[in-house]
């Protein structure tokens, strides 16, 4: 049947009438001029880590989602893989926690032992760690307290340490996302001084204060025990000072710049995108998820399509790469759609 809806061409166009439609008539069209592409290689899969042995255990507030024991993360990772996720992003859930979060750098601790697991069970995993002191300290907040306060230095030496002990066990990227001014150069400067210059540095540039993490604070158990992180996470209201922030970690070292939360940062992806030349990665975050999965189970939505949509999105602004807990489903709903 023909089109109905066809524009008028512009005055003295010789074409006839414009039809956009025309390249929208089937699938095969459709596919053929997609401007952006979904593909299971640019995924990043969260993966926490827990003391302990056992299975899995799954997290009341991220439905899907599961905490796994140092033995069983290498086989999850090789399941991501087997499925086209080619990367994971490691998160401890230390059963104990210290002030200054010192179980954060031990040689031994959590991550680097899942490192060393994944390694052996998935060669080819690229493994990214996030640096960051929340979950291993009593009090909750990213960095050293003291007198009240998030020592910003303080943090970032500290961050270095762990850095450093991730890279020793074997991660190919680590990931500070303390928030900490400064934190990339110091970061970049342990790693070199502990002979791993070859690791490289995805920094969470453009980290906002956001009411959307609270499911992973519940999984990991990093929630302030007092106050709150807008003294260091950024402002949401803040645009251009998100772009300062990611000049500035580039020139501390940045191999990759993140932004965060992905759904209320796509402006500053499509900014990001025509400012750096450096890969570009979102987080679809913990309450992304979290909402995507309850209006779903509440018959709102279909979830596959839903999640589909929102990737596309963040890929259309910018991102190369996507970090979501959707991961291993996105890879195989991408899959069968070949």
């Known amino acids: 049947m023909p089109a109905t809806d066809a524009r008028k061409a512009p005055p003295g166009s010789p074409v006839g009438p414009v039809r956009p439609r025309r390249l929208r008539r089937t699938p095969a069209l459709r596919d053929w001029v997609a401007e952006t592409e979904l593909a299971a290689r640019r995924l990043v899969a969260p993966v926490f880590v827990r003391s302990g042995r056992g299975e899995p255990t799954p997290v009341a507030s991220l439905p899907g989602v599961r905490r796994f024991p140092v033995s069983a993360v290498g086989g999850h990772a090789r399941e991501l893989a087997d ?66 306060a998030v020592d910003n230095d303080a943090t970032v030496e500290r961050l270095g340490r762990v850095a450093a002990a991730h890279a020793a066990a074997g991660a190919d990227v680590v990931a500070p996302s303390a928030m900490m001014d400064g934190q990339v150069a110091g970061v970049r400067a342990a790693l070199d ?33 007092f ?9 949401p209201r803040n645009a251009r000072e998100a772009l300062r922030e990611m000049r500035l970690d580039v020139a501390e070292g940045a191999d990759l710049l993140l932004v965060k939360p992905a759904l209320t940062g796509l402006d500053l992806l499509v900014r990001a995108r025509r400012a750096f030349d450096v890969p570009l990665a979102a987080y679809q975050v913990s309450g992304e998820y979290a909402m995507v999965k309850a209006a ?28 979501t807990y959707h991961a291993l489903a996105l890879a195989r709903w991408l899959a069968e759609a070949r």
Request: glycine share 12%; with cysteine; charged share 20%.
């Open 296 to 323: 779903a189970a509440a018959g709102v939505f279909d979830e596959r399509a839903a999640v589909l949509e929102l990737a596309t999105a963040v890929r259309r602004a910018g991102a190369d790469l996507l970090i």
């Open 227 to 235: 106050g709150d992180r807008t003294t260091y996470q950024m402002d």
């Open 83 to 148: 499925a086209g996720v080619p990367a994971v992003l490691l998160f401890g859930v230390p059963a104990s926690k210290e002030p200054d979060g010192r179980g954060a750098w031990a040689e031994q601790g959590l991550v680097p032992q899942a490192v060393r697991s994944i390694r052996r069970a998935s060669p080819g995993t690229v493994i990214v760690t996030d640096v960051c002191l929340c979950a291993y300290t009593t009090h909750g907040h990213c960095g050293v307290v003291r007198q009240g």
């Open 193 to 225: 001084a502990a002979g791993e210059a070859s690791t490289a540095i995805l920094s969470y540039a453009a980290k906002h204060a956001s009411a959307l993490y609270g499911p992973f604070r519940e999984a990991e158990g990093s929630a302030p025990s």
